[in-house]
């Protein structure tokens, strides 16, 4: 049975740090590509970040240089370090699992039930 499960959400102030985690299970973790997205309020879901299984990494603009994936094979889990917050990164944060090859032009793959993250002062 594959499961995906987020943890690490809060309520942070702008400006504050949070790390997400994403442990898995049932599938091979370590050939998967990893990925986390969001869904703010009224809008559709987003890419943020995606690690393959070479430690390869991608951001959307909004995030770079402010957020950072990596994973830990040995732990099946992967992060979500997000620092310098912004109330617009308010969202469910979602981990999703997909097998190679990849693609990210839409949506596939395992996902987990989401975490929630909220920027406020």
Known sequence: QVRLVESGGGL????????????????????????????APGKQRELVANIISTGSTNYTDSV??????????????????MNILKPEDTAVYYCNGRRPP????????????????????
């Not at 996902?111 to 002062?121: A, K």
Request: with cysteine.
């Open 12 to 39: 942070v102030q702008p400006g504050g740090s949070l790390r997400l985690s994403c442990t898995a299970s049932g599938f091979t973790f370590s050939v998967y590509a990893m990925a986390w997205y969001r869904q």
């Open 64 to 81: 770079k240089g402010r957020f950072t994936v990596s994973r830990d094979n040995a732990k099946n889990t992967v992060y979500l370090q």
């Open 102 to 121: 990849t693609t990210w032009v839409r949506e596939y793959g395992y996902w987990g039930q989401g975490t929630q993250v909220t920027v406020s002062p």
